[in-house]
């Protein structure tokens, strides 16, 4: 769990698997390989319902995550 002004989150951190699976990162709109270490992060409130968090759930580069809260807004 990390609290942050946002509020809490779920934040895994992923060495990598095997998948050929990509994700596209909410902070560079850019994608991350799943066979590369990054990050999964959901809104912690989302642990009330299992469907609730796995659609919440967002694949980050680990340092678009920590910068994200000095991001500006996307237009």
Do not use: N
Request: aromatic share 6%.
């Amino acid at each position: 769990m990390e609290d942050h002004p946002d509020g809490e989150w779920v934040v895994q951190v992923v060495t990598g698997s095997a998948t050929d699976r990509s994700y596209r990162c909410p902070g560079c709109d850019q994608l991350v390989p799943g066979a590369s270490p990054h990050v999964v992060a959901w809104p912690a409130d989302g642990l009330l319902g299992a469907e609730a968090a796995l659609a919440d759930r967002r694949h980050w580069h680990r340092p678009c995550w920590d910068r994200r809260a000095a991001r500006r807004p996307r237009r």
